[in-house]
């Protein structure tokens, strides 16, 4: 047997999400079936939980799991129960993606400017000098050069990375907005149905009109 559950509540950290904590996530969960004939049609019934296998999905990744078939290797889940056994949850300190983003782009970037002061102190030596030769200023044309080569590519590529990121968690988070808005939504439908199923059954039925 295999079937999807939403599930409301914090599990913490996920396997594969950017998001630090998850208000709502899906559960897919795999048992051994059983099939039981009764009153003419076949009825079945799954085991344990966990019996088999049960995943958690953020919001996100169920939402890529559906709309991303046969590209890649799939999307990443976290396994609460494998034969029946409780598995070991990610671990809380683990760094997260737009961090180690972040933490990348301030160490690429310090050292973008580290090789800029360099460049300066090198142009600034060469400027000392009360006469410039053809070498020197060739020297310092490519010094130039140089700076305009960090600002003109490392750095658009640095913030491409954070902004890739950013995309990232920004689309995590719309789905956990999207599953949580879905889910309150359908759970106040239910309720305002069984409650006019219950005033209906409370209204006075009127008599049923007779012929002659």
Do not use: W
């Amino acid at each position: 047997m295999i079937g999807f559950h939403r599930t409301t509540g914090n599990p913490g950290r996920l396997f594969g999400s950017p998001l630090q904590t998850h208000e709502h996530y899906v559960t897919l969960r795999v048992s051994k079936g059983t099939r039981i004939h009764s009153l003419g049609y076949d009825r079945f019934h799954g085991g344990l939980r966990g019996e088999i296998i049960e995943v958690m999905l953020s919001a996100g990744q169920f939402s890529e799991l559906l709309t991303t078939m046969n590209i890649g290797s799939g999307v990443p889940c976290t396994i609460q129960y494998l034969l029946g056994k409780k598995v070991p949850s990610p671990p809380e300190d683990a760094e997260l993606e737009v961090e180690k983003v972040r933490k990348g782009f301030k160490k690429d970037m310090a050292e973008v400017v580290a090789k800029i002061k360099e460049d300066k102190k090198e142009l600034a030596s060469l400027l000392e000098k009360k006469t410039l030769t053809k070498v020197d200023k060739e020297q310092i044309m490519r010094i130039v050069g140089r700076v305009e080569q960090h600002v003109e590519s490392n750095a658009p590529f640095m913030v491409s990375q954070f902004e890739e990121a950013a995309e990232k968690v920004v689309k995590h988070a719309k789905a956990e907005v999207d599953a949580f808005v879905t889910h309150n939504v359908i759970a106040e439908g239910i309720r305002a149905i069984h409650a006019r199923a219950e005033e209906s059954a409370k209204a006075p039925q009127l008599p049923e009109k007779s012929d002659g």
